[in-house]
């Protein structure tokens, strides 16, 4: 090894949870052992990335961008292998999709380790046979290389080994993880929403389907007129913005929902605390940082039987996980956890409780050191 420390490149295109995840691990990473440096996007972030100490740590920006672009995505691997050339890292890992894509190929050049966590496949995003098979085939091609997969759940493990093609020897878990939430902090926005009330965070997309929710919202009104749901993140890339607005206006929900395009995390935090439970609909997660917090806020939650939600939900102990194409259920259970205080109270405590053993940074980052050291030797 060439360094005292680790050296780390760390590759993505900086977004949502993936930026979320990155932050958290850079801010925990012990620095007296690890270095790190940050590859990512022109327009993706502009704060800046810092480590335990909050210390600013070097960053580089190319083209890395989510949608696929021969001619920019070209560059950003030109870009990348440069960078990597004058950084001269003793491992490489690369997050999201795209970041996982040009840093498997960029490893090549070099000779090292290399981690990629999905947070999701790119492949589950497509909404029609060619496109997956498109996505899943680069996937597969990847696979081949010298790299190896660092998993943000069982689920995407799982997923990594039986869909994608890696051999178990090359699939890691280090699962999502944040720190506890001690303090709820106030709302830096006017609250204009009842006291009583479920939330969620998800921007109107495939992956999310809040369709599906405003669906179940609406039979649960049936019941309980007086219904209301927070959903936070809708401004930031959502494709189906209209539909769910159109789908409101349909089952006149207007004033049985409160969109917030943009919230301060802060602000999510706060929201949850004060909900009633917490609830998903998506088709697929990695491992979902919105849940996580809900656990740290010991929420009970309903969610569909998805990747990253089954991961964090056990059914029955601290919520219910159910089949998407059963709404009646979601009504159900909706229902009776607002009618039920003690029952929401000790899935609550549960969720709690797993939070502290198994999603809690300050205990999980000695994990992912010793990941990442046992590779840089090991290599």
Known sequence: MKNAKIKVAHILHSVGGVD???????????HNHFENFVIHGQTDTNLEFKDQNGKTLPTFQTSISRNINLIKDLKALLDIVQFLKKERPDLIHCHSAKGGILGKISSFFFGIPCFHTPQAYSYLSAENKL?????????KFLSHFNNKILASSNSEKNRAIKEVGYKKNKVLVFSNSILPINN????????????????????????????LMIEILAKVKNKKPDIHLVLMGVGFHSPNLSIVKELIEKHRLKNNITLLEWTQREDIFNIVAHSKLYISTARYEGLPYSIIESLALSKACVVTDADGNRDLIENKKNGYVLNPNETDSFVDKVLELLQNDKLRDSFGIYSKSKFESEFNILKTIQNLESIYTHEVNSY
Request: net charge positive.
């Open 184 to 211: 709820i902090p106030k709302l830096s926005i006017p609250k204009t929403w009842p006291d009583d009330y479920i939330c969620s965070v998800g921007r109107p997309s495939f992956q999310k389907n809040i369709e």
């Open 20 to 30: 979320v995840s990155l932050r958290l691990i850079l801010g925990n990473l012990d």
């Open 131 to 139: 496109k997956k098979g498109l996505f899943l085939g680069v996937e």
